[in-house]
């Protein structure tokens, strides 16, 4: 194999994400059978792409266990990955929070020419809460805008998009922490994906070797 192809070289760092599955999907992602597929839903919330909860076994088994909507897995699994953000459009950072500013404020003005209007979030149908719009079409709209502007003038792509989200309940009365805030990763580059791995628990009864 010729060098140039390893995607392990002159990496910035790895980060670990999990995602909830079936557990025959997991088995196969591991073993090499089938790779995992991107997202390309018009509400996924940060694009098309591969999705991670970051560092978070537990909410992807959660995921897992209560599937959105009338979905269902039989045998609910979490798959690790070990992740590289390369590119990363990370919505931690305020330079890129205005970057995706301004790929709505771009959309507004073409689409204004053609009175066309903008998708919106919206709740799932039956939630009990309105303001619970996870299905967010606006902002899929809006992050796909600004990869489809990076392609048309020649710049570098986003290999992954990260953000954190503030979701669910507050924990407690007046908590300004709510049970579901997590961190999730969309990898659009699938070299990103260093590889997968089977989670594993700890261990009481380790020792040292001799």
Request: proline share 6%; charged share 20%.
């Amino acid at each position: 194999m010729n060098n140039s192809s390893i995607i392990y070289s002159s990496d910035q760092g790895l980060l670990l994400g999990f995602h909830g599955c079936d557990q025959s999907i997991r088995d196969k992602i591991i073993t090499g059978q089938i790779m995992m597929k991107a997202s390309c839903n018009s509400y996924d919330w940060l694009g098309s792409g591969m999705y991670f909860w970051q560092n978070n076994h537990t909410r992807a088994m959660n995921f897992a266990e209560n599937p959105p909507g009338k979905n269902k897995i039989d045998n609910p699994a979490v798959l690790g990955a070990a992740l590289s953000l390369g590119n990363c459009l990370d919505l931690t950072d305020k330079f890129y929070i205005d970057r995706v500013k301004n790929s709505y404020s771009n959309l507004l003005i073409i689409l204004s020419k053609t009175n066309t209007p903008l998708p919106k979030n919206k709740p799932a149908p039956g939630s009990s809460n309105p303001n619970d719009k996870i299905l967010r079409a606006l902002d899929c709209f809006v992050i796909e805008n600004l990869h489809e502007e990076l392609r048309e003038i020649g710049e570098t792509p986003f290999d992954t998009v990260r953000c954190v989200f503030i979701e669910g309940n507050p924990i407690y009365e007046d908590s300004g922490f709510y049970d579901q805030t997590h961190i999730q990763v969309c990898v659009r580059n699938p070299n990103c994906i260093k590889g997968f791995f089977l989670p594993r628990s700890e261990d009481d009864n380790w020792s040292t070797a001799a």
